[in-house]
């Protein structure tokens, strides 16, 4: 099946201009400043996008898709994620990770529910481990587990200066870090260590002496997070300065923002102000995990759960109310995830790579189509693919 796209203001992410895309099965073939299109040749989808802006898939790198939570006991954990809730929000890529339950929830587990997405027709991967050093694995080491099973491509999410966390010694923590990053070498994957940071006093201490007393880069963790207290996003600007990477998270009570808590949109203009490159900054949903609401007196009433929705709806802030320029915006989730997660066929529009668009409506930024390995999902904001039990 051939599908065109026409008429449509490309970002790649970089702006190309108004261009026409050929898709070819689950491949983009080519763009192009202008093309014949054959009127009689049935097996051409023509998609004219007059009035959009086309964009790569995006890249959401830490999601709970068999769900999280239970801090609050068993009726407090998160059910899982729906293909259609993942793709309505423009998402065509997933990692998923544990959390804080690696009991109930299990490797096995995410991975299959990881192959399920992936059945549905979204791309999908997966950390090994959870909150907990020494980590729970499949084939007996972190470093096994990365090299042999296709689906992980890091560990996480490791909990640190958190009191839910399993309080690793820092040895254990940079053992850790060190066999995900030998067996990301070994098997050409990114062997990226997603370390969620709690809002304890340590904050990135370990991290900043990994960076002190080892050989090992600072590019080898991605520390999640870093938005939910104003020092802790201080630590971040200088782990960003020293080399490394750093995750905001766009799930939070948008009527009630936690004390010190910085609106990913907002972090994100912030930390370009404070001289950090674009390209060493990310957004996460931490879709599915827990979420504390809040009465307006501020007072505990309940969970809720981090919405995938959020990745998008802070990208499209940070153009529209912060002022980044959408070329810029919109790596955080396509081409710098991509990068950093050595995600080749992903993240940008061009030749060669997997056909994962969204279409956006020009006037307003939001989502109209959702394409996933050359297939729309969501096609003029209605939803054509479900989960097989949606």
Known sequence: MITVVKNAEIYAPEPLGKKTLVILGDKIEGIYDDLNIPKDFVQIDVVDAEG?????????????????????????RTPELTLSKITTAGITTVIGCLG???????????????????????????????????????????KGDIMMVSKMIGIGEIALSDHRSSQPTYEQFINTVAQCRVGGLLSGKSGVVNVHLGDGASMMDYLFSMLDNTEIPASQVLPTHVNRKDKLFEKGIEYIKKGGFVDLTTSFDPDFLEPGEVKASKGLKLLLQSGCPIDNITFSSDGNGSMPIFDENRKFIGLGICSVDSLYREVKDAVMLEDIPLEEAIKVITSNPAEIFKLKTKGRIEKGRDADLVLLDKSTLDINSVMAKGKFHIHNKNTLIKGTFE
Request: aromatic share 8%; glycine share 14%.
């Open 52 to 76: 959009k802006i086309l964009v790569p898939g995006f890249i959401d790198n830490h999601v709970h898709i068999l769900g999280g939570g239970g801090e609050g006991g068993f009726k407090t």
């Open 100 to 142: 804080t339950d690696d009991v109930c929830r299990s490797m096995r587990s995410l991975v299959a529910k990881a192959n399920a997405l992936e059945e549905e027709g979204i791309t999908t991967y997966v950390y090994t481990g959870s909150y907990e050093i020494p980590i729970k694995t499949l084939t007996g080491s972190a």
